[in-house]
């Protein structure tokens, strides 16, 4: 694996307009992702984890240009894809980064045949190739995910939820993009089935050296399959370090208030570090607090964290944090 | 978990299934066999009740009603089909658009429509027909026209429903054209609720219909019109109230057919969902 | 407020069970808690562990039909109770709370008087009486400020302040037993500790058992005194919580075990366990999870394996452990 940098942001902030009343004026706004810096490197896995609220979706819409951000930059190999309105994009980007949703019965057609599911990006990408030639490519990428290719006369519904996200996974893999980015990808598939979908993700790096944005709010998975890893809160970056950092070495309040809510099967010879329970919820993020964004549940926030928003600082090789006090390294 | 697996029967459905294809099969057969002529006059047999010779009746020409209330089946079905057509593709043309799009497009769009909507639909008929005159093919376009604001509702909400799901946005990640994302993407999955829609509206149509020919602005001349016949009975209701059992009773069964179909086709397709 | 114990045994509930191929949601569940513990049944989607928890409280849905079996809890026979029975012991005995918290509270009511309103009609509390227990039962589940909590709307409360409510509004006309169906799936990871730890606590305080309903099996280890793991509409282990995980012996509870990711174990790739769970309306002969199981030999095939005892109060229903003859 090399360093290469495939995809960066600088400076990366998405704002929603809050409207209201008859004329539907603009009352304010709601800051999904802020000043976000991150970097994702060739055949590697960026993992992102937060709380719902935290931006983590809307940073992955954002990069991926369902969205144009409101400030910052994406750059794609260094040439910046964020200015441009989605509907002109220009295709060749679009065949670099595909995406795995949530939800595998609502991400694909409930009206469509598989095979036309996994046929269209190629008509649109590809339009002078004859029907034969995508037809091999389409039984290709089935059987790549694990599918006999006779399934694709069949419509979604026929399938169960960890053959959909296969399905779904396929989609993305027609265009043989660089990057995946999976929106939560595995959350909703019982442990049985997110394990052989982590081993499908596993497999395709390993043969295709694709890169990844994984999103999800569980730990235990983005340790598992993650190469570095991103903690966000109220659409900021609190902390981010390579996994094994992160993972034993965390200095963030909220990276470790988040260790420490996560429910652990008993292991013997391995004692669970103390609950740090947080009080409260996640503030409106409409309404976001001064100073720290954090200080409103964080343990041990202080005056200073009341009144100055900390900036992001590297206190290590690859290990960002923002917080005006770290916990002892 | 799925529970509910006992299909119900749904008598909507097949009452109003009976009801339009009972009214279609006699203006069917209206092509082929006719009891007596539709203009075919009779001065001896003149404003008479129902009997074996004539089962509805005759009017005050001598006409035989019967034969008359199924070749005005033809007109009845021409000007729905037509209108539904016209209301069905403007509709869902605006309403798609106003809804995927959004923003000013969606403003002015449902602005526009809100605007016809704040006319009685009989006048925006009577305006349609005052500036291209009567006629069997101006009067299904006014009626078209007419229902072109409710169907784009119904096709707004639909789209808007629909541009946010998963398989839409995954369609944008992917860079498939727009129109290609409306037509392909989100209008099958909206098409149960037009078809409802059109299934309303049809029975709609045919009352606005027999209305402006009631008003004589309708259908011409000598196109037989259940509306039509409805008002010459009137002229001699005193002498033959049986004149107007016949296209009453024919206008009656249309609407309420076409009514209960679309009710019936909505509680299928829900029925049908929740099985998915 | 004293908890009693719950016994199901051989249960069955099929749906369609007049016609050829029935959906067998439960076929063959045995189950026990003893009064005043926690046992978590565990299991995928699909297993049966929310008709379960429906079935003991009366509300499974029309096209369910329990065919054998039997549910006691206390010295009530659920199973053979009329509407009019159940409905008397809904609240009162048998208390249930469901992933959705939003949907299960009224938006144009108060959290007080929907607190106030069970224990007037249910216990015949006075206003004034009930009103005192409401707070007691906020301030049970965690809010600072039960006063004004009571003059809460719905909507002001986030999920986990919801879910709270949820607990304090089943815990308030004494029942002897609280389902908790998945009370903390749809929650952030920091508010999911912060309701569990409540939950315990209320149980604790309270004495009441509790039937635990969840598919992770990581947040039941601080909960729950005992274990039953479930698959295709019945129970294939059941032990304490300290047996099950350090001597897991079902095949598909070692499977499970194998496939969560963890935040302490060395990162190697995860076991999963090939193909999905049968359907209902086809379970295989003999042992359901051998057509997945890697260990499966000619008797699994044959008939269903009976309780094997692997250890003190540890239970398996699995070939692989000689059989004992009943």
Redesign the interface.
Known sequence: MSNQVLLETRGLSMDFPVKKGLFQRTVGKVRAVQEVDLTLGRGQTLGIVG??GSGKSTLA?TI???LTPTSGQILLDGQDIGSLP??R?D?SI??R???V???PY???????RIYKILE??LE??QPFMNSGQRRTLVNEVLQTVGLDPDLGRRFP?QF?G?QRQRI?IA?ALT?NPDILIADEAVSSL???????I??LF?KLQAERGLSYLFIS?????V??ISTQVLVMYLGRVMETAPRDTL?TGYRHPYTQ????????????G?T?PP?I??KD??PDPANPPEGCVFHTRCVYAQELCRKVRPKVTEIGPGHKIACHFPLEG | MNTSLTPRLNLNLVLGFSLVGFLALLTLVSFVYLPYDVNEMNAAARYQGPSAGHWLGTDNFGRDILSRVMHGGRTAFLVGTLAVSIGLFFGTLVGGTAGYLGGWVDELFMRLMDGLLAFPGLITALIVIALVGPGTFNTAIAIGIMSVPAISRIARSGFLQYKTIDFVQAARTIGVPTWQIMFRHILPNVASSLVIAGSLTFGGAILTEASLSYLGLGVQLPDPSWGRMLREAQGYFTRNPWATLGPGIAITLMVLGFYLLGNGTRDALQQKESHL | MKGKSLKITDLALWFNADRPNPIKAIDGLNLEIPAGTTLALVGESGCGKTMTGLSIIGLTPAAGEVVRGSITLGDHEVTAMSERELSKIRGTEVAMIFQEPMTSLNPLMTIGKQLTEAMEVQLGFSRSRANDRARDLLHLVGFANPRQTLGDYPHRLSGGMRQRVMIALALACEPSLLIADEPTTALDVTIQAQVLAVLRHAVTVTGISMLLITHDLAVVSNIADRVAVMYSGSVVENATTTQLFADPSHPYTRGLLAAIPTLDREIVPLRSIPGGVPDPAHLPVGCRFAPRCSQAFEPCGVSFPRATNVGTDHRVHCFLYPQESK
């Open positions: 709380e719902s819409r991926i240009r369902l989605p509907s994009i295709l679009r065949a980064m595909q995406m949703f949530q939800d609502s991400s694909l057609n409930p009206r469509q269209e990006p649109v990408h519904h169960s960890g779904a989609r265009l019982d442990v049985s089935i997110q394990a052989q982590l081993g596993e709010h569980d730990l235990s998975v340790r598992h993972f208030a988040l260790m420490s809510a996560v429910p652990r099967v008993p292991k013997e391995v669970v609950r329970l947080l919820d996640l």
